[in-house]
């Protein structure tokens, strides 16, 4: 916006005069110098975005022999002569993509007007005639001018009384600069609709690695408010964190996910109290849409933080989460117990055995200290559900835990979609029960239709019975939701292999080694599909690369060449290894292979008896396509349910 003689910016207590080139406090005169002063005066001009390193250099330095020491003695004059400062700033923030922004109170006044419009404010002030003190409601979504600000409280926030007491909460959220201001009020402008949004990782701005887990705590807890809503696409946990130290700008981020916002921010801990502040910033252009204001709280309260935080963000993207202010049933007000399921989920998404042990003692230790907290609960059934598929506890163990943990959680809070997306697993893929595990799906769904894991389950267990239409539709979906989550690729590679559609799943295994480039699941597949195509040599090519890593690729290798014998050699000593305890299924495929059917049925009955959780996918396997027709093969699918 070019500087005019009508314009007078009100910064909080300060006010800047472009025309008379004058920066002055509660008007007195503040000392500023003239480069540094139109530094200022630029950030103020453009505070609805970062303004780079380079634009400034650019623009104040231009044809001159300088340094980054230059800008930023320059920004040092400003925050000096605002009394601010870099580690808690209240006007100029340093952001990490390189560059400054204007993050402070700001106010336009029209000489000729007599009113001021409030573009954006930080904390809980709205300075423009008056303090608002910490105990005031918040301001209502209503046409606002000086007087009236000055001669009554701000009105309520219908999205619920309980934002009032958040400290920090910012007192006008969706006021937007408007080009031609009123002579006698400001209105409110609407928010530009966002319909796809990633929630970045927060940033860890305690100084503590060890919090590490608090702000990614905050990050998945806002990703699961987010995605309950319909007709809002919110990319999955999975995908967002697998951006986390890349230096990426917002239009990159935009494309590589599939988004028109991305919202990010920090958390900062001063002592006992925790601060967080986000911003939306579009894609398109990476302009910050909306900027929440500081929330701070103190550590004892963190539940009520999470709880603010999504309710501020929502009010900006129009979507109602918030109910009448209460705690939900499902959250915690016991800070350590918070602490702990934090520290759980974080171990949990690492999917190791010794994660997912730690995690579950970071959700037992959170129910010690609340025993009715239910997503402490939710926790534990996840992660006895994935330890079950994954094969990291005793068949049928997981599953016992993880419906009794699973039930616990939904007698707390029936609203939960993740225990029922947990009983949806374990019901289809472990106890074979499918029309059960159908309806736990749907409820699940039915709760948060967002929620990329309950779409993967079900396309799995979809998948597993050969309901292919129905399980690439979900699998998409989880793919929407989540576009980096290996998980989700890698189902799709196994499907459209399985189906035969070898072009689909050559595309889906770049995918996967994109997305995980030591992938050995894609060159292995890779390699049997060029094996049916009759692509010998591309076929064994594919399998070396992962010969020492996959232990039945030496088997696949041999047959393709035509060594049968070496290969049956191979086959009959991996199987007496600890790869025939763990694959019994693998092994009765390569048996079926090489036309032992004998031995491919002894393997076979071992899997049923372990409850292997890959036996029910033997229907459309193409390991077994010489014995699909044997009755023994008949009445197994039968007793799977199938």
Same mark, same amino acid.
């Given at each position: ?466 309901? $292919? &239409?129905? @399980? ?5 979906? %989880? *793919?929407?939701?989540?576009? #980096?989550? /290996?998980?989700? =690729? +890698? ?107 004998? $031995? &491919?049925? @002894? ?5 049923? %008896? *372990?409850?292997?959780?890959? #036996?029910? /996918?033997?229907? =459309? +396997? ?21």
């Amino acid at each position: 916006m070019a500087a005019s003689i009508s314009k007078k910016y009100v910064l909080g207590d300060f006010s800047l005069e472009p025309d008379k080139r004058l920066l002055c406090r509660a008007g007195e005169p503040v000392h500023l110098p003239n480069r540094p002063y139109q530094v200022l005066l630029y950030l103020v001009e453009n505070s609805n975005r970062v303004v780079s390193h380079d634009e400034l250099l650019d623009r104040f330095w231009e044809g001159h022999d300088v340094y980054e020491d230059a800008l930023r003695k320059a920004i040092g004059a400003i925050r000096k002569a605002l009394n601010d400062s870099r580690e808690q700033p209240r006007f100029i923030e340093t952001r990490w993509a390189g560059g400054y922004r204007y993050i402070g109170p700001l106010a336009e006044l029209d000489e000729a007007a007599t009113a001021i419009e409030v573009e954006r404010t930080r904390g809980f002030k709205v300075v423009v005639e008056e303090e608002i003190h910490d105990s005031e409601p918040v301001a209502a979504a209503a046409p606002v001018t000086a007087t009236a600000l000055s001669q009554r409280p701000l009105a309520r926030l219908a999205i619920g009384a309980f934002l009032v007491a958040v400290i920090g909460l910012p007192a006008v959220l969706l006021i937007q600069r408007q080009r031609n201001l009123s002579t006698t009020a400001a209105a409110i402008g609407e928010p530009r609709p966002i319909h796809s949004i990633v929630v970045m990782p927060l940033k860890n701005l305690t100084g503590d690695p060890g919090r590490e887990y608090f702000s990614d705590g905050l990050t998945e807890s806002l990703i699961d408010e987010l995605s309950r809503v319909h007709n809002l696409k919110v990319i999955s946990r999975t995908s967002a964190f697998a951006l986390k130290e890349q230096a990426l700008d917002a239009r990159q981020i935009g494309q590589r996910l599939g988004v028109e916002g991305i919202l990010e921010g920090d958390v900062k801990i001063n002592g006992d109290r925790a601060r967080v502040e986000t911003r939306l910033v579009s894609t398109s252009d990476g302009r910050v849409l909306w900027n929440s204001g500081v929330l701070e709280r103190p550590l004892a309260d963190v539940a009520e933080i999470q709880e603010a935080f999504a309710c501020a963000v929502s009010t900006e993207l129009r979507i109602h989460l918030c109910g009448e202010g209460e705690i939900s049933k499902s959250k915690t007000k016991n800070s350590e117990a918070y602490e702990a399921y934090l520290k759980g989920r974080a171990r949990w998404h690492n999917r190791s055995p010794d994660d997912m042990k730690q995690a579950i003692a970071y959700f037992e230790q959170a129910l010690k200290l609340d025993p009715n907290y239910a997503l402490a609960y939710a926790g534990l059934a996840d992660t006895y559900a994935v330890m079950e598929v994954n094969g990291q506890v005793p068949a049928g163990t997981g599953t016992a835990r993880a419906k009794e943990f699973a039930q616990k959680a939904l007698a707390i809070d029936d609203s939960l979609a993740g225990p029922y997306a947990a009983l949806g697993l374990v019901a289809s893929i472990s106890e074979w029960q499918w029309d059960e595990s159908d309806r736990y799906f749907q409820q699940a769904l039915a709760r948060n239709p967002g929620y990329a894991t309950a779409h993967h389950w079900y396309g799995y267990s979809l998948f597993a019975r050969s309901r $292919f &239409a129905e @399980a690439e539709t979900e699998l998409l979906r %989880a *793919a929407e939701l989540d576009p #980096l989550a /290996f998980a989700v =690729s +890698n189902t799709l590679l196994g499907m459209y292999y399985y189906q035969g559609r070898y072009d689909k799943a050559l595309e889906q295994a770049r995918t996967n080694l994109k997305l995980v480039p030591d992938d050995t699941n894609a060159p292995y597949v890779t390699g049997l599909i060029y094996a049916a195509q009759g692509k010998t040599d591309e076929a064994v090519a594919e399998l070396e690369k992962v010969r020492s890593t996959r232990a039945d690729s030496v088997v696949a290798i041999l047959l393709i060449q035509g060594k049968q014998t070496e290969a049956l050699a191979s086959l009959n000593q991996l199987s007496k290894s600890e790869f025939g305890n763990a694959s019994p299924t693998l092994v009765a495929g390569w048996f079926a292979r090489l036309n032992r059917r004998d $031995f &491919a049925f @002894a393997w076979l009955q071992k899997s049923f %008896a *372990a409850h292997d959780v890959t #036996l029910p /996918f033997i229907r =459309s +396997n193409p390991d077994f396509a010489s014995v699909r027709n044997d009755a023994n093969f008949t009445t197994l699918v039968q007793r799977m349910g199938l």
